[in-house]
């Protein structure tokens, strides 16, 4: 049974930071890229990084280039996702999620395993 579990989110002041995780069991993690999606509320789920099996080529979404970072420590079945200089319209649930493919891909139908996802709240 595959299970992906997401860590890290809370309550942090525009400008601050965090550190999203994301474990997965159940399967040879370093078989498969990864991916970061959030959904506000009221919003279209957003991917918003990918990273591929082995962490040689990344996607960035527009919306968050320069300010987070996508990396896997394939020897924990870790995924991390660093975000920096935080914003409101950052706050979301953050959903991690096992791609199909080894490659990056942001298509939601290429992910069949997800989190139950982690909030992110910006707000002073």
């Known amino acids: 049974q595959v299970q992906v579990v997401e860590s890290g989110g809370g309550l942090v002041q525009p400008g601050g930071f965090l550190r999203l995780s994301c474990t997965v069991s159940?399967?040879?993690?370093?078989?498969?890229?990864m991916g970061w999606f959030r959904q506000a509320p009221g919003k279209e789920r957003e991917g918003i990084s990918s990273i591929s099996f082995r962490g040689a080529s990344k996607y960035v979404a527009d919306s968050v280039k320069g300010r987070f970072a996508i990396s896997r420590d394939n020897a924990k079945n870790t995924l991390y996702l660093q975000m920096n200089r935080l914003k409101p319209e950052d706050t979301a649930m953050y959903y991690c999620?096992?791609?199909?493919?080894?490659?990056?891909?942001?298509?939601?139908?290429?992910?069949?395993?997800w989190g139950q996802g982690t909030q992110v709240t910006v707000s002073s």
């Open positions: 159940g399967l040879t993690f370093d078989d498969y890229a």
């Open positions: 999620a096992v791609a199909s493919t080894q490659g990056t891909t942001m298509n939601p139908k290429d992910y069949p395993y």
